[in-house]
């Protein structure tokens, strides 16, 4: 039997991975909602970084409202897909989550956090394929549609 003293120094030797989060939203076209941060050179879904004592799918949420101004609750979103992003400087995990309802954009105001997101759009997934260098991992994973859970994303060191 292990003490928990044991398993601490155990869990101190093991390598740490951050973790983010994205939200999934479809209008009646089958386009998802991206965005354009002002700091990536390609489009994205709408979240970021899963803070400390936070779930992903709770990060999901909260940067889903401070992205856009969606307000989803925990029920309204279901697990996607993982991506494993590998580059010589990180190792991280993005968790992405479907909303479960079609987005009406006649009914929704999406109010971007202006410090950080440019502007957005909703996108199909055969503009995403024919011009894949533009978009996310994560953003190409859903437009391939392969119903795959986990994917790998090597990443290229920034210069």
Known sequence: MYEREDIQKYLATRVARPSSAGV?????????????AHYKPYWSFPGGW???????AQAALRELVEETGISLRAE??????????????????????????????????IVLQADEIAEYRFVSREAILADPVNYGGAVLVWARDTGEGYAEQPLEAAA
Do not use: C, W
């Open 24 to 36: 999934i939203l479809v209008n009646q076209q089958d386009e998802a909602l991206l965005l354009k």
């Open 50 to 56: 899963v803070d400390d004592q936070q779930t992903p």
């Open 76 to 109: 309204d979103i279901t697990f996607a897909y993982v991506v494993d992003r590998i580059s010589d400087i990180m190792h991280t995990y993005q968790f992405m989550f479907r909303g479960n309802r079609i987005i009406d954009e006649t009914q929704v105001t």
